[in-house]
């Protein structure tokens, strides 16, 4: 099956770099794999799959652990990225307008840092 053919290539092409894969490239992976997924499906609706066909996919099938193992990488970083964002911006607040030292142009300074 040329859908299943497709699959397979698309999916090695992730995995041969898959730890310099970015966000932008799994996502348009699973977009792309969804619509030849639908279409394998389709195609399997018509005429059930052979041991061979079946053989395909359960390769294809074991490299989402690798992609997945990605996946959670990249949302690994983008959280530790979320979380530096968000102590800097407490710590500017706190010192910053509005917080408890105000914007009345009074001075003072913090000796322990």
Do not use: C, W
């Amino acid at each position: 099956m040329e859908a299943i053919k497709q699959l397979e290539q698309l999916t090695l092409q992730l995995v041969a770099d898959i730890h310099g894969a970015t966000v932008e490239q799994i996502e348009d992976f699973l977009e792309l794999r969804g619509s030849i997924i639908e279409a394998i499906q389709a195609q399997f609706a018509l005429r059930p799959a052979d041991s061979t066909n079946q053989e395909q996919v359960n390769r294809i099938l074991s490299f989402d652990s690798r992609i997945l193992g990605r996946m959670e990488e990249l949302k690994h970083e983008a959280t530790q990225g979320m979380d530096k964002f968000n102590r800097a911006r407490v710590q500017r607040d706190a010192y910053g307008g509005g917080g408890a030292y105000g914007t009345d142009n009074s001075m003072f300074f913090d000796e322990r840092n």
